[in-house]
C-alpha cells in the first residue's frame, strides 16, 4: 500500500527559530514530491521535487530530495507568525497517477 | 486565468440528510479530482475524472456516496445519506496533462462540511 509519512505532526517555534519538517514515503511509480501550504481550506503549492540532492529554494524556504532514503525535507529559516500553517507532503505516483497526501505538520510560530 | 471554482463554502446539516456539492474546474483541464480531508489528517482522494470517465474511485464510500461529471467539465459530489464521520474539508482540484500532474493540482478553496 502506498504511505507517505511526515514528522513530526505538530510543532511549535518561537519567530526567528529554524524549522525542519521531515516527509518519507513508499509509493509505487514514484514521479514527483509535492510540498504544500495550508493555511485555511486549500492547499497552496510550495515545491516539486523530482532529482535527488538538488535544492528548490524560494525565499526563506528550501527543500531538498532524497531517494535513495526515499525522504524530504523542507526547512524555514528566520521563521515568522506568518509560516503558521499546516505543511503538507504528496507524492504524484501511485498506480493510477494521483497525488498522495501524508498527514501533514502543524507549525505554529509564536511572536 | 481562473482558478477551481466550489460552493457551496460551508454547510452543516443532520446526519441522515443529504448534501451536495459542486465544482467548476479550471477550463480546459481534462481530470478533476475530489478529496477528502478530516481534521488532522491529508487529503484523501475519493474520485479522479478523465473528461466524464471515471478513471478511479476505489476509495469513494459508494453505498452513500455519488459523484458526476456530465460532459467533462462540471462536477458534483453528492452524500446521501451523511453520517457524522463525514465531517470534512472536501476539496476539488483539477489538471491538464501529465507535466501538469507532475507539478501538482491547482485545488479550489473547499467546502468545510459539517454533520450534527
Known amino acids: 500500500e502506498d504511505k507517505v509519512v511526515q514528522s513530526p505532526l505538530s510543532l511549535v517555534v518561537h519567530e526567528g527559530d529554524t524549522v525542519t519538517l521531515n516527509c518519507s514515503y513508499e509509493v509505487t511509480n514514484f514521479r514527483s514530491l509535492l510540498w504544500y501550504k495550508q493555511e485555511k481550506k486549500a492547499p497552496t503549492f510550495l515545491f516539486m521535487l523530482?532529482?535527488?540532492?538538488i535544492e528548490k529554494k524560494s525565499g526563506r524556504l528550501s527543500s531538498i530530495l532524497d531517494k535513495k532514503e526515499l525522504s524530504s525535507i523542507l526547512n524555514i529559516t528566520a521563521t515568522q507568525t506568518g509560516d503558521s500553517a499546516i505543511y503538507l507532503c504528496a507524492i504524484y505516483g501511485g498506480s493510477q497517477g494521483n497525488l498522495i497526501f501524508g498527514k501533514g505538520t502543524k507549525l505554529s510560530v509564536k511572536p | 486565468e481562473a482558478g477551481v471554482a466550489q460552493s457551496p463554502r460551508y454547510k452543516i446539516i443532520e446526519k441522515r440528510q443529504s448534501v451536495a456539492f459542486w465544482c467548476n474546474p479550471i477550463?480546459?483541464?481534462?481530470?478533476l479530482y475530489w478529496y477528502q480531508q478530516i481534521l488532522g489528517q491529508g487529503p484523501k482522494l475519493l474520485i479522479q475524472f478523465q473528461n466524464n470517465g471515471v478513471v478511479d474511485d476505489s476509495q469513494l464510500p459508494k453505498d452513500r456516496f455519488s459523484a458526476e461529471r456530465l460532459k467533462g467539465v462540471d462536477s458534483t459530489l453528492k452524500i446521501q445519506p451523511a453520517k457524522l464521520e463525514d465531517s470534512a474539508v472536501y476539496l476539488c482540484?483539477?489538471?491538464?496533462?501529465?507535466?501538469?500532474?507532475?507539478?501538482?493540482?491547482?485545488f479550489g478553496s473547499g467546502t468545510r462540511l459539517t454533520i450534527v
Open positions: 523530482t532529482s535527488s540532492g
Open positions: 482540484a483539477s489538471s491538464s496533462g501529465d507535466r501538469d500532474r507532475m507539478r501538482g493540482y491547482t
Open positions: 477550463s480546459g483541464h481534462a481530470t
